[in-house]
């Protein structure tokens, strides 16, 4: 098996150009992997560089999701506005554009939307193309060490110097500072008279640090420059900063693509924003994350974002006109969650240009079959059918729905219609019923952020607004404008939280925090978590007070203190926070206040929690109320009798069974293991939010004891463990879990390893 190949990878995008066909240069395979679809069918047996060394030409062709938001861009464009955009149009010397960059205002721009880039961006005020080149070619680990000296230098605080006056109009450009490898070619030409393919040859063996032939290189470019006049010293000075440049010379070229792209795409968003960010929330809207941002974005800009509605709503994206003469973005049907293209099509079809008048005249017109139950919950959930009347009602009436829409489609294809359609007023009809059970508000704004990923007809944190905007110091989008180590204030809803342990064995965490703008990282250091973990919750409102990390990329919060009642928050000592957009009209009067939080999700559990099926038995009559996020002290429970130890292998019938949680006295040294008792509700989404809220619980405990849900659906039980998930077993987490769960449904046991 010795010198076989084991496996063939493919390049993402080179692509092998010939005069003649391919074979007559190379062997050929067929791909290895799965292609999907694409229309590859052959490739070479050759690797890169041995198709380098033949001579033949290998172009990389980048198939870029920006470039289908431009083209979609331009076609909505061209629609509203008449101007007709392609890449060889859309100028790329618009000073408003550049103020744009300038201001840090990127997301949603092609290779500049990180919060590192915005930083840089802001700072550099960058006036035209080749500075957003520089840019793209310098923000990357190694060269971005340059980066602040680029800038001063740019602006004229820092005194440039070159090595050899030769070298001045060569690297004048990026102000005395080589940042393309092309400079390297130019260099070599210029101060030791190579020829312009010797010169590639010495930019390969620098940008791939090949020894020997820099050694070479390196002998060859010195006697060069000696022989065009230059002193010794200087020529090794010049070769010896190639080498370093090794580590982070960048092709111009590719730095000039990509920075071309990313002027273009700052034009359409600077000139026409309605469009620009309907392509782009389209175009990512499989992507719940990216739709957050691009949502939250739009309402920075001052674009409101509606909820998806079947009266309105299209497969993607699409741009209204508001009573007030306002552009808006109308959400697409396609970014609902289990809401596929087929359901999509058969809606729009229904619709035609007349809008549904009620549920009746939904179902007649729309073939609920080819619908599905399942995506119908879906847009029922998340405010698609609201013009039609409440949702628990439309859900609690969701199959007579299904089964009168089927039963007129059936007659329709049977050729009944006449017989038993509108003129013999037979037509079966809906008349929605009072719910027979309550949905608070809050559990449909979880619908709303399970299915699209974000809340739409409202947020969470709305009844507590007025306080955050007195109190807190920096919203999500604002943070990225704090300095290293500034002081801030921020608050939002816990949706993540991951407990680390650092190398001298004291607990911490990392956690995540909502606000109405996104998301917001906070790092938990041992003294601050041993202080603050036990209101840290997942689901919970709190308020934060820290210090900005700036470092790294994504501005994070080093947390001092953490509060829950928001209320009782006293403002930090800090300049007004600059006003900002609201996220969203403030709700109608008759909407009722939102409701304590219910089974919200966490980001990311675990593998096992993820894949797990959907629940559909029957609701349990013994289940749990939901847990309050900022609930009274807990009362303590009577102690009992000590945990009986288990016999080393005991008889099945003599192995005593786990003791409920409210009768436990816990040893100090003693591990356990806690089996918490899951029954479905008959509501899968709330299932699964319950669910991932009980594990959020349980790892928010940091600790060495074991933890395992026992599912029962279907009347079948599955035992569910996590061996890589721990926590720390508690008289608090009892009572909370018990409380979130009841008593009989969370079981403790000692941990026999």
């Given at each position: ?81 008449g101007v007709k955009f392609s890449l060889s149009n859309i100028p790329t010397d618009d000073p408003e554009t550049f103020e744009l960059i300038g201001r840090g205002e990127t997301i949603g721009l092609f290779q500049v939307e990180s919060s590192g880039m915005r930083r840089y961006l802001k700072e550099m005020k960058p006036t035209r193309l080749e500075h957003v080149i520089a840019m793209v070619a310098l923000y990357r680990p190694g060269p971005m060490d340059f980066i602040p000296d680029y800038i001063d230098r740019m602006h004229k605080r820092q005194e440039i110097s070159y090595r050899h006056d030769d070298l001045i109009p060569i ?583």
């Amino acid at each position: 098996m010795e010198g076989t190949v084991r496996n063939a990878g493919t390049h993402a995008a080179g692509v092998v150009v010939t005069d003649r066909p391919v074979e007559e240069y190379s062997p050929l395979h067929r791909p290895t992997g799965n292609l999907g679809d694409s229309p590859i069918n052959t490739v070479t047996q050759y690797e890169m560089s041995v198709i380098d060394k033949l001579g033949l030409l290998k172009i990389d062709f980048l198939g870029l999701s920006t470039l289908t938001i431009m083209a979609l861009a331009s076609e909505l464009i061209e629609q509203r506005h008449g101007v007709k955009f392609s890449l060889s149009n859309i100028p790329t010397d618009d000073p408003e554009t550049f103020e744009l960059i300038g201001r840090g205002e990127t997301i949603g721009l092609f290779q500049v939307e990180s919060s590192g880039m915005r930083r840089y961006l802001k700072e550099m005020k960058p006036t035209r193309l080749e500075h957003v080149i520089a840019m793209v070619a310098l923000y990357r680990p190694g060269p971005m060490d340059f980066i602040p000296d680029y800038i001063d230098r740019m602006h004229k605080r820092q005194e440039i110097s070159y090595r050899h006056d030769d070298l001045i109009p060569i690297y004048e450009e990026t102000f005395g500072i080589p940042v393309y490898q092309e400079q390297i070619m130019h260099s070599a030409v210029a101060i030791a008279g190579y020829t312009p393919s010797e010169s590639d040859s010495l930019r390969k063996a620098v940008a791939k640090k090949k020894a020997g032939e820099l050694k070479k290189h390196k002998k060859k470019f010195v006697s060069g420059a000696i022989a065009r006049g230059v002193d010794q010293k200087t020529a090794e000075e010049i070769f010896t900063d190639w080498e370093k440049f090794a580590r982070y010379g960048f092709n111009k070229a590719h730095a000039a693509d990509y920075g071309l792209i990313s002027v273009q795409t700052a034009y359409l968003k600077t000139h026409y924003p309605v469009e620009y960010m309907t392509a782009v929330l389209t175009i990512y809207q499989s992507n719940t994350d990216k739709v957050t941002l691009y949502a939250s974005e739009s309402r920075q800009m001052g674009i409101e974002v509606l909820a998806p509605n079947v009266n309105f709503s299209c497969w993607g994206f699409t741009i209204e006109d508001s009573p007030q003469g306002e552009f808006c973005i109308r959400f697409g049907l396609g970014a609902i969650k289990n809401v596929g293209e087929g359901p999509v099509k058969e809606i729009v079809q229904g619709r035609g240009e007349q809008p549904f008048k009620d549920v009746n005249d939904f179902l007649r017109r729309v073939d609920m079959r080819k619908v599905g139950k399942r995506a119908l919950e879906s847009l029922i959930q998340v405010g698609a059918l609201d013009d039609f009347g409440n949702r628990p009602a439309l859900l609690e009436s969701m199959d007579r729905i299904i089964a009168i829409s089927s039963s007129n489609f059936q007659a329709a294809d049977a050729g009944q219609v006449s017989m038993f359609g509108e003129e013999t007023g037979l037509v079966e009809t809906i008349r929605l019923p009072e719910a027979k059970t309550k949905v608070s508000r809050r559990t449909q704004l979880d619908w709303e952020r399970e299915l699209i990923g974000l809340y739409v007809s409202d947020h969470p944190l709305s009844p507590v607004m007025d306080s955050l905007q007195k109190h807190v110091s920096h919203f999500a989008q604002d943070l990225t404008e704090a300095k290293h180590h500034e002081r801030v204030s921020v608050a939002g809803i816990v949706t993540k939280i991951r407990q680390h342990q650092t190398k001298n064995g004291k607990a911490m965490a990392f956690a995540t925090i909502e606000d109405i703008q996104g998301s917001i990282d906070l790092v938990i250091f041992p003294n601050t978590w041993k202080k603050y973990a036990e209101i840290i919750r997942f689901d919970e409102i709190i308020y934060v007070k820290g210090k900005a990390d700036t470092n790294g990329g994504d501005t994070k919060v080093l947390v001092d203190q953490v509060r829950t009642n928001i209320s009782q928050i006293e403002s930090i000592e800090e300049p007004p926070r600059p006003a900002i957009q609201p996220p969203m009209e403030t709700p109608p009067p008759q909407t009722p206040p939102v409701s304590p939080p219910v089974n919200k999700p966490t980001e990311k559990v675990s593998a096992s929690v993820e894949d797990k099926p959907e629940i559909k038995e029957v609701p349990s009559k013994q289940a749990p109320p939901p847990p309050d996020p900022f609930p009274p002290e807990q009362k303590k429970e009577p102690e009992a009798e000590k945990v009986p130890e288990k016999p080393q292998a005991p008889p099945e019938k003599e192995k005593p069974a786990p003791e409920r949680a409210s009768s436990i006295i816990l040893e100090e040294d003693a591990t356990y293991l806690i089996t918490v008792i899951l029954k479905n509700q008959g509501d899968a989404i709330r299932d699964k939010l319950r669910l991932r809220q009980v594990y959020g619980t349980l790892i928010s405990f940091p600790g060495k004891d074991r933890f395992a849900f026992q599912i029962t659906e279907n009347e079948r039980s599955h035992l569910l463990e996590f061996p890589n998930a721990s926590t720390n077993v508690t008289k608090e987490l009892l009572n909370h879990l018990r409380d979130m769960l009841g008593q009989d449904n969370v079981q403790v046991e000692k941990y026999l390893f």
